[in-house]
């Protein structure tokens, strides 16, 4: 499907090469240079920032943190919107009418269905049609556009968004921003920020189950589930298998693998990236690690006897929670929205006794690692947008929306007597007919389907500040992520830099790397392939390129 571009009119609100260390939604917290120097936050900044004195039409001469941004004059900005099925764009929400009423500004959307998203994004930039406003884009997934200048280096521009400074600097994230500069000492994705990271993502196992087994505490380690799996499963020969994992549409268990890898010392599924992996004084490929082959063959041995069902590698999420519901299996991947659905489900089919509980990820060989960014989604700008009259006014606006506590939590809860109750000790509730994640259960409406806020797109950090993260969060979650976080957070190393030769040969070198890698993943997993035939697997990392791949990065990591 193509984007659908919506100008609407203002009374109806929606008017409307250089490679780094890759990184992905499910990154690390990363470190790197010192801070400090012109180019905004964090070091290393290229070019002096612009003299914007003509770019000022709509701008606020008094804008700073603590200041709620009012455009001088009506501004429509021109937004690269991803419409998710779950709450489809509408034009008469509270949130666009508030935005209009409270900052004077509207939106001319290029609407993009969720799953055409990337995609489309990819070709609108490519082409030089993107609009303004970037959305749902991740640090360190966009560079492969940096060489053409379509996009705006906008860490010349920070300066002008005082909400993102205070925080990157009261939090201590101008290293790693530093991490996403390119070689001209520029980074071109402004990110969600979070104050502490919010791993999500973990096996969920029916706890009754569990229970009755003997199991009241989270396994410690990756063998002591395993030892779990076995119990359960010997005390419930009904269960066809005792876990049937999801998350395999882009390769095997990607959640998973993800959540797993670190604490075997290499990064995996999600958490892939460009492979590489530091080992304290250079980088490694993570698949031709002994780490690697640790991970496969822990999973494999959870086919092998029988424990996991060896359908998770191949088949969509649908048909998991279906073996679930159905109590073919009682364990699954699972982060704290989806737990929600497999309670309903289950409660839906008659099985009251069931109880869905999350694990703390367990340790492994290389010890209790996490690998969970403090960066989310965030925002890109086409690089025509310092050209345009009103830039300053839309660099304050995104930097009140995105970054402001004041815009953070209008983005999560919505407006104060509208949507949500403050008690006198702060605490925010939803009025009782509005629901979001299963805080009001029942409630006639939701809060991102009816009013629009709640919004992935407006909302990419989950609202940043613990404050705000923790708000909507039970009880349970603010516990699973307090106990993640007390992990060690696995280290990416400084970074590097490549020039745009080597970036092109490096990016073709990567993708065989990684199509090699997950080929043999999925083969090990199932048993189709030996572990004796481990060495043959290294040899077609390096008819791929291994080598030489490892030789361009090493060469040029990021001087500390």
């Known amino acids: 499907m193509s984007e659908t571009r919506t100008p609407l009119s203002r009374r109806s609100l929606l008017r409307g090469a250089l490679f780094t260390a890759a990184a992905v939604p499910f990154g690390v917290t990363l470190a790197a ?24 039409v709509g701008a606020m001469d008094d804008y700073g943190v603590g200041t709620t941004f009012v455009a001088t004059e009506p501004l429509t900005f021109d937004l690269l919107y991803r419409d998710h099925p779950n709450y489809a764009l509408k034009e008469d929400w509270s949130f666009f009418t508030h935005i209009e009423e409270t900052n004077n500004v509207t939106f001319n ?38 060489p053409s200048g379509a996009l ?15 925080k990157t600097e009261a939090w ?36 009754d189950l569990w229970q009755a087994a003997g199991f009241d505490a989270d ?107 159905s109590g073919r299996s009682a364990a699954i991947g699972s982060n704290d929205q989806e737990i929600l659905a497999y309670r309903s489900n289950l409660a839906d089919a008659g099985n009251t006794d069931a109880v869905m509980r999350q694990i703390i990820v367990p340790a492994g060989p290389a010890g209790n690692i996490i690998n969970s960014p403090r960066f989310e ?19 304050q606006f995104v930097d009140w929306l995105y970054y402001s506590d004041e815009g953070l939590e209008f983005a999560k809860w919505g407006v104060e007597g509208e949507t949500f109750t403050r008690g006198a000790d702060g605490a925010r509730e939803l009025l009782p007919d509005i629901d979001i994640n299963g805080l009001n259960p029942g409630a006639p409406k939701m809060l991102n389907t009816d009013f629009g806020y709640h919004n992935g797109v407006f909302m990419p950090a989950h609202g940043s500040t613990q404050d705000l993260i923790d708000s909507m969060l ?36 990567q993708t065989a790397l990684k199509d090699a890698t997950y080929q043999a993943t999925a083969a090990f997993l199932l048993g189709q392939r030996s572990f004796d035939d481990w060495d043959a697997f290294q040899g077609e990392l390096e008819a791929a390129g291994l080598s030489n791949y490892l030789q361009k990065i090493n060469d040029n990591i990021r001087e500390a």
């Not at 705006?152 to 205070?166: C, Q």
């Not at 201590?172 to 996403?180: N, V």
């Not at 307090?482 to 092109?504: I, V």
């Open 474 to 509: 039970r009880d349970e979650v603010v516990e699973f992520l307090a106990k993640m976080n007390e992990k060690e957070p696995l280290d990416l190393g400084p970074g590097y830099l490549l020039n745009e030769l080597d970036q092109e040969q490096a990016a073709l070198q």
């Open 219 to 325: 396994p410690a380690t990756f063998d002591e589930l395993r030892d779990q799996l076995r119990t359960v499963r010997e005390q419930n020969p009904d269960l066809d298998y005792v876990y049937s994992d999801r998350w395999s549409s882009g390769g095997p268990m990607e959640a998973t693998l993800n959540a797993a890898a670190p604490n075997f010392g290499v990064r995996a599924g999600w958490g892939f990236g460009d492979g590489t992996i530091w080992n304290g004084t250079a980088y490694e490929f993570t698949g031709a690690l002994e780490g690697y082959r640790q991970l496969l063959e822990y999973f494999h041995s959870l086919i092998d006897e029988g424990l996991l069902d060896p359908e998770s590698l191949t088949q969509d999420d649908d048909a998991a929670i279906q073996k679930l519901t």
């Open 172 to 207: 201590g994230m101008q290293a790693e921003l530093d991490y996403y500069r390119q070689e001209d000492g520029e980074y071109y994705v402004l990110p969600g920020l979070l104050e502490t990271a919010k791993p999500g993502y973990t096996i969920a196992i029916r706890d």
């Open 33 to 56: 240079c010192d801070t400090g120097s012109v180019g905004g936050a964090g070091g290393g900044g290229g070019e002096e920032p612009a003299d914007l004195d003509d770019k000022r």
């Open 152 to 166: 705006l280096p906008i860490s010349r521009y920070v300066e002008h968004m005082p909400n993102f400074l205070a």
């Open 109 to 146: 959307f290029t609407s993009v269905p969720l799953s055409d998203f990337e995609d489309r994004r990819s070709l609108l930039i490519a082409a030089g049609d993107a609009p303004t406003i970037i959305t749902q884009a991740y640090v360190g997934t966009l560079n492969q556009f940096v």
């Open 377 to 395: 989604s965030g925002l890109a700008f086409s690089s025509g947008a310092a050209d345009q009259d009103n830039f300053v006014a839309l660099l």
